[in-house]
């Protein structure tokens, strides 16, 4: 099957830039996308990468991904509290249809 | 427009019962899609409706689990027996299109 990995936790101090990794497995993937959960709600779509780009910006957001390594990262600049949430990567492989394959998520923190 | 709905947003069941989980998708979309997070684990495929048909299952555990979407509209998730290992959250999620999923907040299931 695919594999999705992330690293669990992340803890950063407010007003720092979190950096946020992915590693996928299918190299035929269209999309990467980035999901967030803050707690108590559902999974918010923050942004989302074509596989023939190299990087995304969007606001505070920085999307990079390296298909090479097949390595996705989410960088936050400036965090803020309400930014603690899980992040979720996720792809769709080649062979998957329309099915999304996520990572566990990343629990990040972010301390005053 | 409203977003993804899904009910109950909790439900606390014992072992051996039956629950039933409804998502009712974005006004338009034909494409209606099941996950679960099961003990805070990656969140998985269950299955995808295109309209009223099944469009693939193959996430779908085992019998237990019934889904359906009569009339292309609502969908329901049966869990019949529930198991201890049912315990989880259940996304709902729709999309007009490929590779553009928009997801409700989740039904957190509990079995005793």
């Known amino acids: 099957g695919e594999d999705v990995e992330q690293s669990l936790f992340l803890s950063v101090r407010e007003g720092d830039s979190s950096v946020i990794n992915c590693t996928y497995t299918d190299s035929s993937s269209t999309y990467l996308y980035w999901y967030k959960q803050e707690p108590g709600a559902g999974l918010q779509l923050l942004t989302y990468?074509?596989?023939?780009?190299d990087m995304k910006q969007d606001q505070r957001l920085t999307v990079l991904l390296n298909k090479k390594d097949k390595h996705l990262s989410l960088r936050i600049a400036d965090t803020q509290t309400g930014d603690s949430a899980i992040y979720f990567c996720?792809?769709?492989?080649?062979?998957?249809?329309?099915?999304?394959?996520f990572g566990p998520g990343t629990r990040l923190s972010v301390l005053p | 427009e409203a977003g993804v709905t899904q009910f109950p947003s909790h439900s606390v069941i014992e072992k051996g019962q039956t629950v039933t989980l409804r998502c009712d998708p974005i006004?338009?979309?034909?494409?209606l899609y099941w996950y679960r997070r099961v003990m805070g684990k990656e969140i998985k495929f269950l299955l995808h409706?295109?309209?009223?048909?099944?469009?693939?299952e193959s996430g779908m555990p085992n019998n237990r689990f019934l889904a359906e979407r009569t009339g292309g509209t609502y969908s329901t998730l049966k869990v019949q027996p529930a198991e201890l290992e049912d315990s989880g959250v259940y996304f709902c999620?729709?999309?007009?299109?490929?590779?553009?999923?928009?997801f409700g907040e989740g039904s957190r299931l509990t079995v005793l």
């Open positions: 409706f295109v309209k009223e048909s099944k469009q693939d």
């Open positions: 990468i074509f596989s023939n780009m």
């Open positions: 996720a792809e769709i492989p080649g062979n998957y249809g329309q099915n999304f394959v």
């Open positions: 999620a729709s999309s007009r299109v490929a590779g553009e999923l928009f």
């Open positions: 006004s338009g979309h034909d494409n």
